[in-house]
């Protein structure tokens, strides 16, 4: 069994906690969050031990009973929670983006690989049926080599941050960070390493900075990679995300559209594979909560011992350097090379 303490009952805490209930070899042992209210609250649910910061937590007496912590706090806790865990010899899993800067990113693996435990960072599209599909079918060769792949997310503007931290732009990085990294993560791992980048925004300071955000990527081994993402749709703009990829022989497209945010995501929109012979097919995509695949591949990896090879935390410091890389792109209007 592991006992994992979840940092941040937001958000994104209510979704890593109903998720670990769903795992057999998984309790939650704690509930961190400086709200008390809302800390105490998430702990009832789950029987858990509520601590109002990281602090508490890690001093406690019972500590050694702790296994892993599941860093959910806001964006610009993420270095800060991550060094002290790391430093108090806890694995952990912290969601993306793993940090706001690359500086802090160093800080943190170097922490991980000093005090010897396992980090990932929470870039789910790794774990969502339908984007892994579609990198296995690309993998596969079936329908050629890979030559575009547009990544797209789109949804009305967050309103649940507590005290608006994602409108900072110094606390969130805005949309870009946030959301778009997603994409330009998954465009990675699907393509390899990027090595040109060329962005444009709508920028809005009352919104967290760059709330809008188109990016063209040119990959090392020549493939070419499209993303767009923003959160500053209205009324009742659905949550979208798009993938298309146009490959040799045929083009894989998913278009996703669910309610107002991902808590609607369990609908099911078909992963379809149109073939240059003029065939179309849509693929077996076994369906399973993304959340839970991630959740519980990072259980697995504590609970049996084994390397976590997956949304490591070397992958999470990539995304944020490309993201970063957009940003610069798109308020400097720029070119950004990347070594
Ligand atoms: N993977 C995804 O799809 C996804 C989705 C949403 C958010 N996120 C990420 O998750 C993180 C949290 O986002 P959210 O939307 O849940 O935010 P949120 O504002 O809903 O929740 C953050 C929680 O942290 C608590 N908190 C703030 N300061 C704290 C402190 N010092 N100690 C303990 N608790 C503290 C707040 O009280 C709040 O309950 C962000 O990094 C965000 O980018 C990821």
């Known amino acids: 069994m592991i006992n994992v303490a979840i940092i941040g009952a937001g958000y994104i805490g209510q979704v890593h906690a109903n998720t670990y209930k769903q795992i057999n070899n998984a309790r939650i042992f704690a509930i961190v969050d400086s709200i008390e209210e809302k800390g105490k609250k998430l702990a009832d649910q789950f029987d858990a031990n509520y601590f109002s910061n990281i602090d508490e937590l890690l001093n406690d007496k019972n500590i050694a009973d702790i296994d892993c912590i599941d860093i959910c706090s806001p ?113 990675i791992w699907l393509l390899g390493k990027p090595v040109i980048v060329k962005s444009q925004g709508v920028y809005n300071p009352k919104l967290g900075g760059l709330v809008h955000i188109t990016t063209n990527i040119e990959f090392k081994n020549g493939f070419s990679g499209f993303a767009e993402g923003g959160w500053s749709f209205t ?33 099911k929109n078909d992963l379809i594979v149109y073939r240059s012979d003029g065939s179309v097919y849509v693929p077996n995509v076994e369906q399973k909560d ?35 890389a957009a940003i610069e792109s798109a308020k400097n209007k720029n070119t950004v090379y990347l070594k």
């Open 75 to 187: 964006t610009f806790l993420h270095s800060e929670m991550a060094i002290k865990t790391a430093n108090a010899g806890k694995d952990f899993l912290i969601e993306k983006p793993l940090s706001l800067s690359l500086e802090e990113a160093d800080k943190i693996i170097e922490a991980v690989k000093r005090n010897k435990v396992q980090a990932m960072v929470g870039h789910v599209l790794r774990f969502w049926p339908e984007y892994i599909k579609a990198k296995e079918i690309v993998d596969s060769g079936d329908i050629g080599k890979p030559l575009f792949a547009f990544s797209e997310r789109l949804t009305v503007t967050p309103d649940w941050h507590v005290n608006k931290w994602g409108f900072d732009e110094k606390h969130s990085g805005g949309a870009a960070l946030d959301l778009h990294i997603h994409d330009l993560d998954y465009l």
């Open 235 to 267: 009324g009742n703009f659905p949550f979208t995300m798009v993938l298309r990829i146009i490959c040799e022989n045929g083009t894989i497209e998913w278009v996703f559209r669910a309610g107002k945010n991902i808590e609607e995501r369990n609908q």
């Open 290 to 324: 993304p959340f839970l695949t991630e959740c519980e591949y990072f259980i697995n990896c504590l609970d049996f011992n084994r390397p976590i090879e997956k949304a490591t935390i070397a992958d999470g410091r990539e995304s944020l350097k490309l993201t970063l």
